[in-house]
């Protein structure tokens, strides 16, 4: 099943993917498309008519600090949905699942014990959003924390640009509030 590979490439892709990791240098030439305190762009790559920029927060100098409290976003933009979609590796004909989507990196993907898909998209202003909730494992196999997933994208004729970050559940209205800050 679609999910079963999604999630496959999902962690292949989380804990060894080079592609977003390289440093802001001569790869981009554009400003960042996010403006957003505690968030620095730390990779920008040009692929083919499209761009796609990773955005971290500082690690917490908490001696309890862990994976999940680091903000990873990834947004990808160009002048066409369909290329931008093709370059990051994003089927556009359907956006079912997010851990799908080669733009996340899922924190602690090897300790994942179940990815449970949202039935329903949204929409969120010209916003359509695809989100998943992962579970990870505790002791006995209990359940364990849960994050979700999501993948934003809006396009219009001028300009496509999806958005992917794995956050806290209770944190999706800051990912909200970072669709709206997408800068124009």
Same mark, same amino acid.
């Given at each position: ?8 490439? #999902? ?17 981009? %030439?554009?400003?960042?498309?996010? @403006? =957003? ?24 100098? %908490? ?12 947004? #990808? ?17 359907? =956006? ?5 989507? $080669?733009?996340?990196?899922? $924190? ?25 909730? =992962?579970?990870?494992? @505790?002791?006995?196999?209990? $359940? ?15 300009? #496509? ?6 956050? $806290? ?12 800050? #997408?800068?124009?």
């Amino acid at each position: 099943m679609w999910l079963k590979c999604a999630l496959a490439l #999902a962690l292949i892709l989380g804990t060894g993917h080079t592609a977003f990791t390289r440093e802001v240098g001569s790869e981009c %030439s554009t400003p960042p498309l996010v @403006a =957003i305190n505690g968030l620095k762009r730390t990779g920008c790559q040009n692929l083919g008519s499209g761009t796609v920029e990773r955005y971290l927060s500082d690690k917490s100098l %908490s001696p309890y600090a862990s994976e999940f409290d680091q903000r990873d976003l990834t947004v #990808a933009r160009g002048k066409d949905l369909k290329a931008v979609m093709t370059a990051v590796g994003i089927d556009s004909r359907s =956006i079912t699942s997010s851990t799908g989507s $080669p733009l996340l990196h899922l $924190p602690m993907a090897d300790k994942v014990s179940r990815v449970g898909l949202n039935k329903r998209n949204f929409r969120y202003r010209s916003w359509n959003v695809s989100t998943e909730r =992962i579970e990870y494992g @505790a002791q006995g196999g209990a $359940p364990g924390f849960q994050i979700t997933c999501a993948v934003a994208v809006r396009s219009s004729k001028e300009r #496509a640009v999806v958005f992917a970050e794995c956050f $806290p559940l209770e944190e999706k209205d800051r990912f909200i509030r970072t669709l709206d800050s #997408a800068l124009h």
